[in-house]
């Protein structure tokens, strides 16, 4: 919770006093609105918003008050929390009569120098992985990606699992071709924009009734030609759905970019557990050391459309959230399984651009916690480096 820490003393009331205040407070400085703000906390990192340089462009016209907070994320779920505790904290420490309005602009917290070649403009590099398949990892990655959208964030959609592409059908895009473009002499493709994202993946290249029959050489190779000979553009952040296990596409990935961190996502199942636990031992390699942003647990429970207040433990209780405290990692949230979750992705349109706001709750709070945690990663943790593994 954001907090204002503060302690003031009153001094006792007379005319002159009240006089004396009223002619100070009716005289607001930038100095006294920094003042101020300093006593609200970023609630994820730990410190001010004045010393992490959050507060920008702050006007004072009488009793006019206005200034802009620079979010971590435009994404940020916490920025309402952030205007009202600015707002107390000025009515209280500076004008109690003070009109505020608040703006809001992003810098999305990256850790990515801009001298970096490969996906220069890419702000953070999101890796959505799990021990196997099954588990709902590409539904979690396509909705990641459109609640990172929904926020107003820049965002791409990556998908690596070459083997079994889900993209196409999950966003209503079978059949289409991604257009090409000459940069220098070079072809680039143009990824497919659909619900505000940007997408690739090997299933708008080759038809989807061609079984892809690619050694791992192979694969890493189209890997890198997504990464590299696709236009991209400026992203907050791109989403990479990884295929399930940990082979040679996820070493691909790590040699070829600097990953910001892995989002693992399980089901409560003891066999996917025992999976998901390979998967954290890879990232926590000392050649490989990719920082985990959380654990998602898929088809948590069951909730009948027609019994919204039911839930049916289908697949075991609380196994992600087990999971994660055991291996101290963030624990994102849990995502149900419901009907409309499945059909809207065989039917082209992911939950999170659906009708369903159970669905879309659920999610919103995994992605509000992940945007949290990226953003601490990213002020705690130094520069994820590209990998060297024989």
Not at 70 to 88: S, W
Request: hydrophobic residues 45%; glycine residues 8%.
């Amino acid at each position: 919770m954001l907090q204002i820490f503060a302690k003031i003393s009153l001094p006792r009331v007379n005319f002159v006093s009240v006089f004396n205040f009223l002619t100070k407070t009716s005289k607001m400085t930038a100095a006294d609105i920094l003042k101020a703000l300093s006593n609200v906390q970023e609630p994820d990192l730990g410190k001010d918003l004045v010393t992490l340089n959050m507060i920008q462009d702050i006007k004072i016209d009488g009793l006019q008050v206005s200034f802009t907070i620079v979010l971590t994320t435009p994404a940020c779920p916490m920025k309402d929390l952030m205007k009202n505790a600015c707002e107390n904290a000025i009515k209280l420490l500076v004008n109690k009569e003070a009109i505020i309005t608040v703006g809001f602009t992003s810098n999305t917290s990256t850790i990515r120098k801009t001298d970096d070649k490969i996906l220069s403009k890419v702000k953070n590099i999101i890796a959505v992985v799990s021990g196997k398949g099954g588990v709902g990892k590409s539904t979690v990655s396509a909705n990641l990606a459109l609640a990172l959208a929904e926020g107003g964030a820049k965002v791409g959609l990556m998908d690596a699992d070459i083997y079994g592409p889900s993209v196409p059908i999950m966003f209503g895009v079978r059949g289409q071709r991604p257009l090409m473009k000459d940069e220098n002499g070079e072809g680039i493709i143009i990824p497919i924009q659909k619900f505000g994202i940007s997408l690739m993946s090997i299933g708008l290249l080759v038809d989807e009734k061609d079984a892809v029959v690619w050694r791992g050489p192979m694969a890493s190779s189209a890997i890198r030609q997504f990464i590299n000979d696709v236009d991209w553009g400026e992203l907050d952040y791109l989403v990479i759905d990884m295929p399930p296990g940990t082979g040679d596409i996820h070493l691909t990935i790590m040699q070829t970019v600097p990953v910001t961190g892995v989002v693992i996502v399980t089901t409560p199942q003891t066999v996917a557990l025992a999976d998901a636990k390979k998967a954290i031992a890879m990232f926590g390699q000392a050649n490989v050391k990719v920082p985990i942003i959380g654990l998602v647990e898929n088809m948590a429970y069951f909730t009948p459309a027609e019994l919204p207040n039911n839930k049916y433990y289908l697949f075991g209780k609380d196994g992600g959230r087990n999971l994660a405290s055991e291996y101290d990692l963030p624990f994102l949230g849990q995502v149900p399984l419901v009907q409309s979750i499945r059909e809207g992705g065989d039917l082209g349109v992911p939950a999170m651009v659906g009708d369903d706001e159970v669905s879309k709750n659920a999610l919103r709070e995994v992605v509000s916690t992940a945007i949290r945690q990226i953003a601490i990663r990213n002020a705690n943790l130094p520069k994820t480096q590209t990998i060297t593994v024989a």
